[in-house]
């Protein structure tokens, strides 16, 4: 098959791409290059560069190639941003996924598979956190996704549209091989700005906040491979392909690791002291995101290969080199 991936120069969006192609199938990719990277576009796969909002754009692709189906990375994806620029996030996030949505009616492709976030569900009343979990996002971030989240339904009721909405918990490593990795700027994420200070860019890491209600005061997150993140992104479409109903599917480990606990493990994977220095805590952040990862397992028949922190931690470094 052949899908388009939005957002595939990026750093979720190009991990996925080199999943799809070791499955066997066909990628176009559209990108604006805001956060992507062109040199993360691998060789002979057709690029467009632009926004997943200019919808003569997308009419020239879907007329250059028959696409079966779309995954869709190509947004705004930073917490702290969004609380200080909501609309930014509503018309990149929300508005576009609509353009997207309905050229993909127009044209009838059939299968679509949303990045989402586990930041839909807000302060989590019960952990490891699942699907069923109530939606009561703390910043417009959240929002702007679960509001694409609600529109789906309604593309399959009118335009029998097959989606599926993946809510990824802490995305982090790299692809193992060395092909691709994470490279923002700013750069705001925990394993990055660790492996900054091991490689001698920064003096110390930040830790915001020693004082949340867990064992050793900082926060606990779920850290998946972005590389078993991919593959769960081929399983999603391909099921939707076989017959699989439409629905939410949360993307984790199913363990949480404290701030200070990823920050040992790459001490041992660096052999670098990585000073810290003790912050206030950030606005927005809850204290414990696990997630309930059981759905994916049974229903996409997903088998995490990256489970190990310290592996997680490694192949990020080994990218970080590069
Ligand atoms: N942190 C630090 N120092 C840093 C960076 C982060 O202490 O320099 C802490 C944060 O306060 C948080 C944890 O490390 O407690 C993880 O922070 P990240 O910024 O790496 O990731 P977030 O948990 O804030 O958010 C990520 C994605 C969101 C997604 C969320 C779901 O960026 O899009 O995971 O779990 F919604």
């Known amino acids: 098959m052949r899908f388009l991936v939005t957002g595939g120069a ?22 604006n290059l ?3 990277h062109a040199y993360l576009v691998p060789d002979g796969v057709p690029f467009y560069q632009g926004d997943v909002g200019d919808s003569s754009l997308l009419e020239k692709i879907f007329h250059d190639y028959p696409i079966d189906g779309v995954l ?47 930041a839909v569900y807000g302060e989590p009343q019960d952990v490891p956190i699942p699907e069923s ?4 996002p703390t910043n417009p971030y959240g929002l702007s996704k679960h509001l694409i989240e609600q529109m789906l339904p309604w593309f399959e009721k009118v335009h029998r549209m097959k989606w599926m909405a993946l809510r990824y918990f802490n995305v982090a490593g790299a692809d193992p091989q060395g092909r691709s990795g994470e490279s923002h700027d700013p750069e705001t994420h925990l394993i990055p700005n660790i492996l900054k200070v091991a490689q001698g860019h920064r003096d ?3 830790v915001f906040g020693n004082d949340y209600p867990t064992e050793d005061g900082t926060c606990i997150r779920d850290y998946i491979h972005v590389s078993d993140l991919a593959d769960a992104h081929v399983l999603a479409i391909e099921a939707l392909f076989s017959g699989k109903p439409s629905g939410v599917c949360n993307l984790g480990n199913g363990q949480g690791f404290s701030v200070l606990s990823v920050i040992e493990s790459a001490r041992r994977v660096t052999g670098h002291p990585i000073p ?4 206030p805590r950030r606005p927005g952040d809850p204290a414990v995101l696990v997630a309930s990862n059981a759905k994916a397992v049974a229903e996409l028949g997903w088998k995490p290969k990256f489970t190990d922190l310290s592996t997680i931690v490694e192949t990020a470094w080994l990218w970080q080199h590069r």
């Open 10 to 31: 990026g750093y979720i969006g190009s991990h996925t791409v080199l999943a799809l192609q070791a499955a066997g199938h066909d990628v176009v990719i559209l990108d």
């Open 276 to 279: 810290v220095r003790i912050e």
């Open 204 to 206: 110390f890491v930040s």
């Open 133 to 136: 979990h109530p939606i009561r």
């Open 72 to 118: 869709h990375f190509a947004a705004k994806s930073l917490v702290g941003e969004s609380m200080q620029d909501p609309g930014k996030y509503f018309l990149a996030n929300t508005s576009q996924s609509a353009v997207l949505l309905s050229a993909m009616a127009k044209h009838k492709i059939p299968y679509f598979v949303l990045s989402s976030t586990a």
């Open 34 to 36: 805001t956060t992507g």
